[in-house]
């Protein structure tokens, strides 16, 4: 721990962190009462595609660009899979190097 304690000078946090929306978000969450079973079920390309247009002003070009590979590789699989199965990362999220003992 003591070896890496100079990367977090690098940080820059804003003025604002943590904003009150993420504030309110974590003490007063909006939760889902319903009492209806949930159920898995096949993703809804059009409305995927709409949601897309409406929240990032996306074409149908353009989702279908970022949608179909993803929805090809879960039609591949009949289990639930992480995250890291449908997206590869490559960029590192923090540069550390571990020394060898």
């Known amino acids: 721990m003591n070896k890496h304690r100079n ?4 940080w820059h946090i804003p003025s604002l962190f943590p904003s009150n929306a993420v504030i309110s978000a974590y003490t ?5 009462k319903s009492t209806e079973p ?3 079920g096949k993703p809804d390309v ?13 074409s149908s070009q353009k ?3 970022l949608l ?5 590789e879960y039609n591949k699989h ?14 590192r ?8 003992k």
Do not use: H, M
């Open 7 to 10: 990367i977090s000078k690098n």
């Open 28 to 32: 007063s969450p909006r939760v889902d």
């Open 38 to 40: 949930f159920a898995w």
């Open 46 to 58: 059009s409305v995927l595609r709409k949601v897309c247009w409406e929240k990032f002003g996306w």
């Open 63 to 65: 989702a279908d660009e």
């Open 68 to 72: 179909v590979p993803v929805l090809k």
């Open 78 to 91: 009949e289990t639930q899979l992480r995250l890291e199965a449908f997206y590869s990362f490559n960029e």
């Open 93 to 100: 999220f923090a540069k550390i190097k571990q020394e060898d």
